[in-house]
Structure formats: structure tokens, C-alpha cells
């Protein structure tokens, strides 16, 4: 049973760090592309950052220089470094998990993912 659980949310003021983390269990992780998706009240769910079947990343681009997105393929754990975060970023982070073989580079499309995990609560008071 394909498992993603997230931890790492809280509450920081703006400028601020945090650091996510996405454990993942019950599939073989390095066979599958990860990204992180949000959720901001009254909006749609969007793409974060997301990860390649070769190493390479893509970010969206209201993220891109502030967010880093890596894994720890011993660990089969994703992370989020999440600086210099603005109240715009205040959301639910949600991890999501797909096989890389139907599509090896990186995705920011939530219909192309099959597991997700339940969030985590990130907000930034300005």
C-alpha cells in the first residue's frame, strides 16, 4: 500500500524558513517522479515543484530561486526547503508520487499524479 505522509508545516513570519519532508513507503521510490503541490483557500491546486526520472527539477514560477526541492533516495524521503516565504505562499503542501515510465520529466500537472499525501499546513503572517 503506497503510503506519503508529510511533516515540517507550521507557522513562520515573512522572510522566513521551512523545511518539508515527504516519507514515502510500499513501492520501489526510485521508479517514481515526486513533486510538491499546494492549496491556498478559494484556489485551485497548484504545482510546486516537481522531480525527473533523471535528477532534473521544475518550479513554478512564483517559487523559482526560493524553493529547492530535493530527494533522499536511501531514506525514500522528498524534501521542500521553502526560503524567504511571503504570505502569498500560505497554503496546504500536499506531496504526490506517479511511475516515471509513462512520462521521465518533471511535472507540474496534478491529473498526472496517482498517490498523494494528506498535507501539511504552512502559514505566513507578513
Known amino acids: 500500500q503506497v503510503q506519503l505522509v508529510e511533516s515540517g508545516g507550521g507557522s513562520v513570519q515573512a522572510g522566513g524558513s521551512l523545511r518539508l519532508s515527504c516519507a514515502a513507503s510500499?513501492?520501489?521510490?526510485?521508479?517514481?517522479?515526486m513533486a510538491w503541490f499546494r492549496q491556498a483557500p478559494g484556489k485551485e491546486r497548484e504545482g510546486v515543484a516537481a522531480?525527473?526520472?533523471?535528477?532534473?527539477?521544475k518550479y513554478a514560477d512564483s517559487v523559482q530561486g526560493r524553493f529547492t526541492i530535493s530527494q533522499d533516495n536511501a531514506k525514500n524521503t522528498l524534501y521542500l526547503q521553502m526560503n524567504s516565504l511571503q504570505s502569498e505562499d500560505t497554503a496546504v503542501y500536499s506531496c504526490?508520487?506517479?511511475?516515471?515510465?509513462?512520462?521521465?520529466?518533471?511535472?507540474?500537472?496534478?491529473?498526472?499524479?496517482?498517490?498523494w499525501g494528506q498535507g501539511t499546513q504552512v502559514t505566513v503572517s507578513s
Open positions: 504526490a508520487a506517479r511511475p516515471c515510465w509513462m512520462l521521465p520529466a518533471a511535472s507540474l500537472e496534478k491529473s498526472h499524479f496517482t498517490y
Open positions: 510500499g513501492y520501489t521510490y526510485s521508479g517514481y517522479c
Open positions: 522531480t525527473a526520472r533523471d535528477g532534473g527539477t
